[in-house]
């Protein structure tokens, strides 16, 4: 279905859940994340972030940390309290929050009534209007005590970190769950009332074969998410000290990770999932899919989404703020965070603030990633135009001088041509994952 051509995969590049993405971020002027907060109009989306897991799996480059330490939860619980009650403070009359997301780290690491005063801070706070709530789970540490608690918040939407069903690249990469503890798992948030089940599932793990992934696809199917998200393993040990656990010498190699990312997503198309953009899948009921099919798929911090709302608070320690005009990042040194919430002060101290040609190009890399094509001013286009050629000449994109469209056979490559408007790449040397 897909042609390997490594050359085009050959230099690594964002995921695109921003941009500028948060590699270009820098110091932000005092005030920035306080003015967006007072300006924001209509509906708003917060994210709260719970760095906490029990256990740290060796992949990871999420900031978290073992949840083992009940002063250090309970003193960053206290700030991120005391930061909800300062931001709702800043939000005009006209806002309304619509959407509310859980996610870490773990944020069943920490203690189902903790749990539930957050949620009751974000009622006595916020605006909230019909507001639909989601949350990210680790089925280790989901015990049967939060299926009422879930119930009772109104929880609809989750999603599971189950990354492979095989035992050992489970063991491999430091997570290790029995197939009878997710579907427990499952069975507790059906009876909680979550109508949308994601599974985040890895390619590319150490010692992983293509039999291991299909095995995880098939269980994936039967079980019945209703969303898959199958992301490539980035292995950056320079970036994700902890990552030195998995030997290098164990993971497939390029050509079998993007075998891996066809397999998946012709094993999963055939399954009855619809494609969402190049490495996400949702069956046709889900709002996921619906959005896709009708157009308006978007993409932020959370990655691919239904979500409409033009702004999304973050909340918590590195916890990503997004303005139309401004990107911003809470402090990321839980020390200093809880110091400042403390003090009543914001701490997103470090970002970009987005020009209009940003919010252009940024408008180009979306269509791309969730539509599959853009249609590209002028400059941009004379711009792209001989860079575009490699990729046409290969049957993945078609141009005709002002629409650019990625074909089917070109999806493997999507981030590749998006990066090609991305104009602090060709400012700054980074690092970032393999393309596929």
Request: proline letters at 6%.
């Amino acid at each position: 279905m897909w042609t390997y051509h490594p050359e085009l995969l050959a230099t690594p590049v964002p995921r695109y859940t921003s941009y500028p993405t948060a590699a270009d971020f820098g110091p932000l002027q005092d005030g920035a994340i306080e003015r967006a907060i007072a300006g924001a109009e209509g509906d708003v989306s917060l994210y709260l972030h719970i760095p906490f897991c029990e256990k740290i799996c060796y992949y990871c480059g999420c900031n978290t940390g073992a949840s083992g330490k009940r002063a250090r939860v309970e003193t960053y619980l206290d700030a991120l309290h005391q930061e909800l009650a300062t931001a709702a403070s800043l939000l005009p009359a006209g806002a309304r929050v619509r959407r509310v997301a859980f996610g870490g780290g773990s944020p069943n690491a920490i203690q189902p009534s903790e749990f539930l005063a957050l949620v009751d801070a974000l009622h006595a706070h916020f605006p909230l209007f019909a507001t639909e709530w989601s949350i990210e789970l680790d089925p280790r540490s989901l015990t049967p005590d939060w299926g009422p608690v879930l119930g009772e918040v109104g929880i609809t939407r989750a999603s599971m970190g189950v990354q492979t069903f095989a035992a050992h690249c489970q063991k491999a990469i430091g997570r290790e769950q029995s197939l009878t503890m997710i579907c427990r798992s499952v069975e507790l948030l059906r009876r909680a009332g979550v109508t949308s089940l994601n599974f985040d599932l890895m390619y590319g793990l150490p010692h992983q074969s293509e039999a291991d992934l299909e095995d995880s696809l098939e269980q994936t199917v039967k079980i019945g998410a209703e969303r898959v998200a199958v992301f490539g393993y980035a292995h950056v040990p320079h970036l994700v000290p902890r990552q030195a656990m998995i030997p290098e010498d164990a993971l497939p190699g390029a050509a079998a990770r993007f075998a891996m990312a066809a397999q998946a997503h012709g094993f999963l198309a055939a399954s009855g999932y619809e494609a969402i953009g190049f490495d996400h899948f949702a069956l046709p009921h889900d709002p996921m899919a619906r959005v896709t099919r009708g157009g308006t798929l978007r993409r932020n911090f959370q990655g691919f989404t239904d979500d409409q709302a033009d702004v999304l608070i973050g909340l918590g320690a590195t916890a990503i703020s997004g303005f139309p005009g401004l990107l911003a990042q809470n402090e990321k040194h839980n020390g200093r965070y809880r110091q400042m919430s403390g003090e009543g002060r914001l701490s997103a101290n470090h970002g970009i603030i987005r020009s209009p040609e940003d919010q252009r190009r940024g408008a180009v890399i979306e269509a791309l990633l969730c539509r599959g094509e853009a249609l590209l001013p002028g400059d941009l286009a004379a711009a792209a135009a001989d860079r575009l050629t490699p990729f046409i000449d290969a049957g993945l994109a078609s141009f005709d001088g002002a629409r650019l469209a990625i074909l089917p056979g070109g999806l493997p490559y999507a981030r590749v041509i998006a990066a090609l408007f991305d104009s602090y790449r060709a400012q700054t040397i980074r690092k970032f994952s393999s393309a596929i």
